[in-house]
T-cell receptor, first 116, second 116 residues
Framework: AQSVAQPEDQVNVAEGNPLTVKCTYS??????LFWYVQYPNRGLQFLLKYITGDNLVKGSYGFEAEFNKSQTSFHLKKPSALVSDSALYVC??????????????FGKGTKLSVIP | DTGVSQDPRHKITKRGQNVTFRCDPI?????LYWYRQTLGQGPEFLTY????????KSRLLSDRFSAERPKGSFSTLEIQRTEQGDSAMYLC??????????????FGPGTRLTVT
C-alpha cells in the first residue's frame, strides 16, 4: 500500500538546538514528497517539496529536508530551532489513485515543541 | 493573492441537520480539494475538482456528502443528516494543474464542525 509514516507523535527540542522530524514513505515509482506545518486553529502551510534533483531540499522559515531513497525517508531538519517553530508538522506523499489521478496522502503529523 | 478562504470557520449543529461549507480557492488555481481532519490525525482526502469537474471521490465520502464547483471557482461541501462522527475539521486546498507549483496544494483555515 502507498503510504507515509511519521514514527514520532511528539518531538521536544531546546531552543537553539538542531531539530529533526522524521518521515518515511512507501510508494511505487518515484516519490513526490512534501512537508506542511500547521499552527493551532490554522490550515496547513506548505514548507517544501521534493520532486527530483538534489536530495537536500530547502524550504520556508529555514527548514530543509533530506531525501534518502535507500532508506525511503524524507526527514525535516532545521539547524537551530526557534520557539515559534512549535507546531504540527505533517509529511505527505503523492500517490497514484487510478484513472490517471494522483492524490496526496498525509501522515498523522508530529507535534514539535521548542522549549525556551 | 488572498489565499484560500473558507466559510464558516466554525459550525455547531444538531445531529440530523444539514450543513453546507464554502471554499474560495486562489483565483488562478483550477484544482480544488476537500479533506477531513480529526484530532491528532493528518488530513484525509475526500474529493477533488479540476475546474467544474469532480474527478475523484474517496470511499470516505458517503452518500450523505456532496460537493459542487458549479462555475469552476468556489466550491461547496454539503453534509446531509449529520452524525456525531462527522465532527471534524474540513479543509479545502487549491493548486494549479501546470507549472512549477503544480504539485503544491495551498490550504484554507478550515471549517470546524461540531455535531451535538
Amino acid at each position: 500500500a502507498q503510504s507515509v509514516a511519521q514514527p514520532e507523535d511528539q518531538v521536544n527540542v531546546a531552543e537553539g538546538n538542531p531539530l529533526t522530524v522524521k518521515c518515511t514513505y512507501s510508494v511505487s515509482g518515484n516519490p513526490y514528497l512534501f512537508w506542511y506545518v500547521q499552527y493551532p486553529n490554522r490550515g496547513l502551510q506548505f514548507l517544501l517539496k521534493y520532486i527530483t534533483g538534489d536530495n537536500l531540499v530547502k524550504g520556508s522559515y529555514g527548514f530543509e529536508a533530506e531525501f534518502n531513497k535507500s532508506q525511503t525517508s524524507f526527514h525535516l531538519k532545521k539547524p537551530s530551532a526557534l520557539v515559534s517553530d512549535s507546531a504540527l508538522y505533517v509529511c505527505a506523499v503523492r500517490v497514484y489513485s487510478g484513472a490517471g489521478s494522483y492524490q496526496l496522502t498525509f501522515g498523522k503529523g508530529t507535534k514539535l515543541s521548542v522549549i525556551p | 493573492d488572498t489565499g484560500v478562504s473558507q466559510d464558516p470557520r466554525h459550525k455547531i449543529t444538531k445531529r440530523g441537520q444539514n450543513v453546507t461549507f464554502r471554499c474560495d480557492p486562489i483565483s488562478e488555481h483550477n484544482r480544488l480539494y476537500w479533506y477531513r481532519q480529526t484530532l491528532g490525525q493528518g488530513p484525509e482526502f475526500l474529493t477533488y475538482f479540476q475546474n467544474e469537474a469532480q474527478l475523484e471521490k474517496s470511499r470516505l465520502l458517503s452518500d450523505r456528502f456532496s460537493a459542487e464547483r458549479p462555475k469552476g471557482s468556489f466550491s461547496t461541501l454539503e453534509i446531509q443528516r449529520t452524525e456525531q462522527g462527522d465532527s471534524a475539521m474540513y479543509l479545502c486546498a487549491s493548486s494549479p494543474s501546470e507549472g512549477s507549483k503544480a504539485y503544491e496544494q495551498y490550504f484554507g483555515p478550515g471549517t470546524r464542525l461540531t455535531v451535538t
